[in-house]
């Protein structure tokens, strides 16, 4: 199954997502990677990642661990929220998105979740693993194992106001091996 998410590209830079992986039913790692289908990182892309910018982050030294993380309270600060320099008052978007995964626990009740149409990519996500859990007890082969399938890349452009999304063609998020992704 998939276990990647991409950020859509814009302009020239890199492309930045993450692997996720699981460690066991309450832990998993998470991989922050960039990289250019067309050309090597620069200098300045790679500063950015050692310094712990963008999607990456500083981690404690010797360790996978981020610096920032839920034993330090994801050092919020308190008083940048107060004076509006901070909406959550974590900083970076990495840590940002963790602490709000993380303090959901380490395994959720979702006995009283109330997903809404805005949810629709939870829900369609659930029903593939559901039903790729029950194919694999009939000894089916679950998607996403052909390479196909692992082709496709996040992309950013602009359609008509009148087109539809699922309208729009798929060459832009295909992979073609030296050439750029699409973006706007």
Known sequence: MPWYTIVPPYGDNPLNGHAWVPIDDENCFAWTFSYHPSRPLNEKELGIMQEGGGLHVDLIPGT?????????????????????????????IAMQDASLQESMGEVCDRVRENLVSTDNAIIMARNVLY???????????????????QAVRSASFVLPRDMAFSEAPDEPMKVKKGIAHTSI
């Open 64 to 92: 996978y661990r981020p610096a920032v993380n839920k034993s330090n309270d994801y050092m919020m600060d308190r008083e940048a929220q107060k004076a509006g320099r901070s909406s959550s008052g974590v900083k970076g």
């Open 131 to 149: 039903k790729s859990a029950l194919g694999l007890e009939d000894g089916k082969r679950p998607p996403g194992l052909d390479e196909d399938t």
